[in-house]
């Protein structure tokens, strides 16, 4: 069983920059596919950004992009967000996903039900 624990959410001003980390344990690191996504109160999650298995691409949502880059360690078994310039709307409870069965060399999924495992989530605010 994958588990999923993320860390590295706070406060920051408008302009500011923030760096999530998403430690997973269980199973094989390398293989899985990895996503980032964000849920705003009362919305459904959606999509920031994901990166494939073992890790050469990357996607990002048009609202993030230009401004966050995902990363991944596979030694480390962790999973990156680097945020910069951040705005107002970023603001969101940010979880990190893991797709660890079947997924394809080089494919980025952007879908929640491409992922069967979550972590519990990082709150992300960014004053104005």
């Known amino acids: 069983q994958v588990q999923l624990v993320e860390s590295g959410g706070g406060l920051v001003q408008a302009g500011g920059s923030l760096r999530l980390s998403c430690a997973a344990s269980?199973?094989?690191?390398?293989?899985?596919?990895l996503g980032w996504f964000r849920q705003h109160p009362g919305k459904e999650r959606e999509f920031v950004s994901g990166?494939?298995?073992?890790?050469?691409?990357?996607y990002y949502s048009d609202s993030v992009k230009g401004r966050f880059t995902i990363s991944r360690d596979n030694a480390k078994n962790t999973v990156y967000l680097q945020m910069n310039s951040l705005k107002p709307e970023d603001t969101a409870n940010y979880y990190c996903?893991?797709?660890?069965?079947?997924?394809?060399?080089?494919?980025?999924?952007?879908?929640?039900?491409?992922?069967?495992?979550w972590g519990q989530g990082t709150q992300v605010t960014v004053s104005s």
């Open positions: 269980g199973g094989t690191f390398s293989t899985y596919a």
């Open positions: 990166i494939s298995r073992p890790g050469w691409r990357t």
């Open positions: 996903a893991a797709r660890s069965t079947g997924a394809t060399d080089g494919y980025v999924y952007t879908e929640t039900q491409n992922y069967e495992n």
